[in-house]
């Protein structure tokens, strides 16, 4: 267990209130523990996935995990984020041109550059190697420079990669027919972005999803909370940087989350049965309860 002063510097660390500390202590020590169990019996490093909707707290779980195994178990731990494997600005743009005008949003499947997440995730398992992860700049919407890479020397013993669409899967050409938004229906009448989108979902992240070894959910009540969580967590990143212009205003995210709707709520249906510990929380992000497969 993480002594007392350490939680509360982790509290500190992230901006969160004194009662997560009950959550740690409650839920995600014990998880921990078992995940230190499922890695001594490894040959190779442990990789765990944690699937969340914007907003539940998969980064902080992630980072969680990462300190716990860290320097409670002495153990080298690698956490990377979906997010960070975003396509440049650039490569977006061509999207845009090449695919459909919406491609250049990031967020989406088809958006990632899963051939760099995979060849990263592998290079982590070599032993005289020094590995690149990749960072994305949210605040300029582009990916930083190699030289702003964090660097990791070495195999690792445990892989942490968190993301909004970890584990979602293909849906039917029949549920891609309906609109879910206005979004879709005025600006993808065609159904041309949701395709593209289906079609990575279908051939290019299986191969990522499928490294993983335990897989985590945090689990919101429903893609409104969603929204309301997602609107929080950017007001948090304004308070939080020098320029507060480059981060979204409400307007800019109540339009931005509609491009997660759809797998968002595709995978609130279809996840829980699949992961190993499924946290379900509450209007208030608190846990009710976990299912372990």
């Not at 650039?90 to 499947?109: F, K, N, S």
């Not at 300029?140 to 070495?154: A, E, F, I, P």
């Not at 429903?222 to 307007?251: G, Y």
């Not at 509609?258 to 249906?269: A, C, G, S």
Request: with cysteine.
């Amino acid at each position: 267990m993480m002594p007392k002063i350490r939680i509360d510097q982790f509290l500190q660390k992230h901006r969160l209130p004194a009662e997560y500390a009950f959550t740690i202590n409650e839920w995600f020590l014990p998880l921990a523990e078992k995940l230190v169990l499922e890695q001594k019996i490894q040959s190779k490093p442990l990789i765990i996935g944690i699937n969340g909707a914007q907003g539940t707290g998969k980064s902080t779980l992630a980072d969680l995990l990462k300190t716990v195994f860290e320097q409670d178990e002495q153990l080298t731990v690698a956490s990377l984020s979906l997010d960070d494997f975003y396509l440049t600005h650039q490569q977006r743009t061509d999207l845009a041109h090449t695919v459909h005008p919406l491609m250049a949003t990031r967020g989406v499947p088809g958006t990632h550059d899963i051939a760099l997440a995979i060849d990263t995730i592998r290079h982590l398992f070599q032993l005289d190697s020094e590995t690149f992860i990749p960072r994305f700049d949210k605040t300029n919407d582009d990916r930083h420079k190699q030289s702003q890479w964090t660097s990791v020397v070495g195999a690792v013993d445990i892989i942490i990669l968190e993301g909004w669409c970890m584990g979602a899967e293909a849906q039917s050409i029949e549920q891609l027919s309906t609109p879910v938004n206005d979004l879709e229906e005025n600006e993808d009448a065609d159904r041309g972005w949701r395709y593209y989108i289906n079609q990575q979902l279908h051939y290019s992240y299986p191969s990522l999803f499928s490294l993983v070894d335990q897989w985590i959910m945090l689990k919101a009540p429903s893609f409104d909370c969603v929204s309301n969580w997602r609107l929080e967590q950017e007001h948090k990143l304004r308070s939080s940087i020098a320029d507060p212009k480059k981060t979204m205003d409400d307007n800019e995210i109540e339009r931005f989350i509609k491009f997660y709707q759809r797998i968002t709520e595709h995978l609130l249906q279809t996840l829980p049965g699949k992961v190993d510990y499924l946290f379900e929380l509450n209007s208030e992000r608190k846990i009710n309860r976990l299912i372990k497969k």
